[in-house]
């Protein structure tokens, strides 16, 4: 039987840090994996997840199984940290998942449950792993434009444009905040524009937000998705926990399915048990438990938000000084779109054949769309970067 198996297509992400790995040279930068690492190059475990393994392991009295949806802590506490008081908790289906990704795929499946005939409308550019699910799937998938790579803004026109061929049952894909790869934010104007069309055609959306905290801050981040929660009949939100907890290999997401209609969203609770039944039953519990002991203690919650918001402002700080430094060197504010944008990542907006050419001159790691993490850098590597931009000519 394996014989017939094909070779699968490398994940260019995965197969970039490989390159990076066997690269000899000292100076090297790493821009291009999407993990969040401080100054030193390391992705820290954060105060208050210490301390909240330290309580579970000190008070935890059983391994057993949680229930298929997971910890009803864990999800009234994401619930409530995603969504706030936009809706009722009753009108919130949700279920633990192995990660944000775990997520975004059973949502996909409900999906297909529901309606299989709907289309997906997706950002482009959006997260690889997006379209690499749908077309397993086989899911159909429609594209609407979205960065403007010569602004280094959202293409809004144009995406409203796009969005402009929605039916009703179609599905529209969106980026709750800190969008990846590009870093580009709808502002609440255009979210309500967002959710107008959403209206108008019969259409649902579908977010995934996986940086919420990353961006402007915890509450800021969320308010787009608040807006289409409480504006729309139903919408699925698929939630990750790996980047503002920090807590990456621990695979902890959470999808919620949101419906005015009581019964509806009696419906969906079972759905998404049976989703995650027929999946890998029982969700891992590990970290979902941390982020309930986190959130679910003041102290624990404070100290986290404190140390969530040092991350986040130490982004802020080296988007300004890269901008700062390539306007230096450039004599031009062409490239202050890096500054504006929010999240780990930004997409320069330059040619594949110019990231490589960074890569051979000066050891500067980028995924070839130009998609960089910002969190790679440091202050002492953002004016290496920056002459290296220069220098490749972008």
Not at 194 to 202: I, M, P, Q, S, T
Not at 274 to 302: C, E, K, M, W
Not at 381 to 388: C, E, K
Request: some cysteine; hydrophobic content about 45%; overall charge negative.
């Amino acid at each position: 039987m394996f014989e017939n198996l094909k070779e699968q297509p490398a994940d260019k992400i995965l197969q970039l840090m490989e390159f990076y790995k066997a690269d000899p040279r000292a100076e090297k930068i790493d821009l291009g994996v999407g993990v969040y690492k401080n100054a030193e190059g390391v992705t820290p475990v954060m105060r208050a997840v210490k301390a909240a393994e330290k309580k579970i392991w000190e008070e935890q009295s059983s391994k057993s199984y949680v229930g298929l949806a997971g910890d009803p802590a864990f999800a009234d506490a994401m619930v409530d940290l995603v969504l706030g008081d936009a809706v009722e908790r009753g009108q919130v289906a949700a279920a633990a998942t192995p990660g944000g990704t775990g997520a975004v795929r059973q949502a996909f499946e409900m999906i297909r449950l529901a309606n299989p005939e709907a289309r997906i409308f997706v950002s482009d550019p959006t997260w690889p792993n997006h379209l690499s699910i749908l077309k397993f799937m086989d899911m159909p998938v429609v594209t609407y434009r979205y960065f403007d790579s010569e602004t280094g803004g959202v293409n809004f026109s144009g995406m409203m444009e796009d969005l402009g061929q929605l039916k009703q049952g179609d599905v529209v894909l969106l980026h709750g905040c800190c969008h990846n790869p590009t870093g580009a934010n709808l502002d609440m104007a255009q979210w309500q524009e967002v959710v107008d069309c959403l209206l108008k055609a019969g259409a649902m959306p579908m977010i995934d937000i996986a940086y919420q905290g990353f961006g402007d801050g915890l509450d800021e981040d969320a308010a787009g998705t608040r807006l289409v929660a409480s504006s729309v009949p139903e919408c699925l939100i698929a939630a990750s926990c790996s980047k503002n907890f920090g807590i990456y290999r621990e695979r902890t997401g959470l999808l919620m399915a949101v419906s005015a209609d009581a019964g509806k969203t009696k419906v969906a609770q079972g759905t998404l048990n049976f989703l995650n039944r027929q999946n890998y039953s029982f969700p891992p519990d590990h970290g979902a438990r941390v982020v309930a002991t986190i959130l679910g203690d003041p102290a624990l919650r404070a100290d986290w938000a404190a140390e969530l918001e040092e991350t986040r402002l130490g982004m802020l700080e080296l988007r300004k000084q890269l901008a700062g430094e390539l306007a230096r060197l450039t004599n031009s504010d062409r490239f202050a779109f890096l500054a504006e944008h929010r999240g780990m990542f930004s997409r320069l907006g330059t040619t594949p054949e110019l990231v490589e050419k960074m890569r051979e001159d000066s050891a500067i790691y980028m995924v070839g769309d130009s998609r960089m993490n910002i969190a790679g850098l440091n202050s002492q590597t953002v004016p290496i970067l920056a002459r290296a931009i220069v220098d490749a000519g972008v």
